[in-house]
């Protein structure tokens, strides 16, 4: 068995390779059970942390189960909250046969699915990026994104202005012209892609600062108590899912439902739709599309298939 630590899983993982790894996933499909969230609570009941675990298989093929635990406490310790591993078995014995960095494959197929959701819903002159939050996904999501647009003007806001100011160090080094966003309201008129990546419980983007022809893309929460955009951000604009699971998870999904805002039918199309030509995404460009995604272990199937057999994809 082999094992792939956080640069060998990394340096397996180029993201134009991985794009085309995962849209080939969405297109031929595999089997993805829900999640499996078990709370771990201590000997007084208080709630330590969540253990997720994520299946996916293709039958004779290859199965991966992600497991992901979330220990929020962990900052106290200097310790980042969020620890995973995917096992990758051959689906024709059930013999394992790589373990590997799930940090590094959940940051980097979470960017990854990002901008392949972009090649259909941004406009493809979209030049300016902002990018909220600046921790493992948010950090990625420029060298993502410049796979599908020409993006060369980048622009950063994180709730720790430290954090915000190394990424933009970190950009500026890549290529980049990257600044501060000091003012969200600003900062999202001239954006042409707005893309979260926090792990925010209150909203943060508003359907007031959005202009015609942005893409908004929500990929940061993945509970139904996380938000990042308020209700208003789905009246009147084109709304798209990664997987129907988002109905049921994302708390940006399931405010607007329960206000009456957003109806299920509204919803345009899922990733697979897209991937599939199903539906062809953006129609017209001052149409605003709204992406919402809680992921899905597909592309956590798809990521550890490219780094153990590449000649598989």
């Known amino acids: 068995m082999q094992i792939f630590d956080h640069q060998h899983t990394t340096s397996a993982l180029p993201f134009d390779q991985l794009l085309t ?3 080939k996933m969405f297109v031929s499909g595999c089997h993805v059970p829900l999640r499996h969230i078990h709370p771990i609570v201590d000997d007084n009941n208080r709630q330590d942390g969540i253990l997720l675990l994520m ?11 992600k497991t992901v635990s979330i220990f929020p406490d962990n900052h106290t310790r200097g310790l980042p909250g969020l620890h995973s591993v995917v096992i990758l078995y051959d689906a024709q014995t059930g013999r394992p046969v790589a373990v590997l960095d799930g940090d590094a494959i959940t940051s980097r197929r979470t960017a990854a699915a990002s901008a392949l959701a972009a090649r259909w819903l941004s406009r493809e002159d979209s030049r300016t990026l902002l990018v909220l939050g600046a921790g493992r996904v948010g950090a990625l999501l420029p060298e993502a994104y410049r796979c599908v647009r020409p993006i060369d003007k980048v622009l950063v806001w ?9 990424m933009v160090s970190q950009l500026n080094q890549q290529g980049f012209q990257a600044t501060l966003a000091e003012d969200l309201a600003a900062a999202c008129a001239d954006a042409d892609i707005i893309s979260c990546a926090t792990l925010s419980t209150e909203p943060l983007i508003r359907r007031a600062w959005l202009k015609p022809g942005t893409h908004l893309d929500l990929i940061g929460s993945f509970t139904p108590a996380m938000r990042e955009s308020d209700d208003a951000c789905f009246d009147g604009t084109s709304v798209f899912i990664d997987t129907e699971e988002a109905l049921i998870k994302a708390g940006d999904i399931l405010s607007p439902l329960q206000t009456g805002i ?8 899922t990733l697979t739709d897209l991937c599939r030509g199903i539906h062809p995404g953006r129609q017209h460009a001052d149409e605003i599309t709204v992406y919402k995604a809680v992921g899905t272990a597909l592309e956590d199937l798809a990521s550890a298939v490219l780094a153990y057999a590449p000649q598989d994809v």
């Open 21 to 23: 790894a995962i849209e």
């Open 55 to 65: 299946p996916s298989w293709l039958p004779q093929k290859w199965m991966a189960v």
């Open 158 to 166: 994180n709730p720790s202005r430290g954090k915000a100011e190394q």
């Open 262 to 269: 957003l109806k299920k039918e509204d919803i345009r199309a």
